[in-house]
Nanobody
Framework: QVQLVESGGGLVQPGGSLRLSCAASGVIFNIGGMGWYRQAPGKQRELVAVISSGGSTNYADSVKGRFTISRDNAKITVYLQMNSLKPEDTAVYYC?????????WGQGTQVTVSS
């Protein structure tokens, strides 16, 4: 059984920073692509950033230059460094990881950007 545990969300002022983490555990023999999605109240879940098994990255236009996705395969963990946060970044953030050729979602972590 594979489990994902997210951490790092919270309340931050505009212009601040947060770092999200998503760690996988269990019997894992293959690690594929990893990514972060977010869902704001009343909106559909949207892609924030993805990183391939080879390290290639892709970002939503709204976060380019402010967010950085990275991964540590030894720790089976994906990170999202979020800088220059804006109120419109407020959402529940979910990690999405392909492990053992299956797709898994984290439980979600709330990020609130407000003064």
């Amino acid at each position: 059984q594979v489990q994902l545990v997210e951490s790092g969300g919270g309340l931050v002022q505009p212009g601040g920073s947060l770092r999200l983490s998503c760690a996988a555990s269990g019997v894992i023999f293959n690690i594929g692509g990893m990514g972060w999605y977010r869902q704001a109240p009343g909106k559909q879940r949207e892609l924030v950033a993805v990183i391939s098994s080879g390290g290639s990255t892709n970002y939503a236009d709204s976060v380019k230059g402010r967010f950085t996705i990275s991964r540590d395969n030894a720790k089976i963990t994906v990170y999202l460094q979020m800088n220059s946060l804006k109120p419109e970044d407020t959402a529940v953030y979910y990690c999405n990881v392909r492990l053992n050729y299956k797709e898994y979602w984290g439980q979600g972590t709330q990020v609130t950007v407000s003064s």
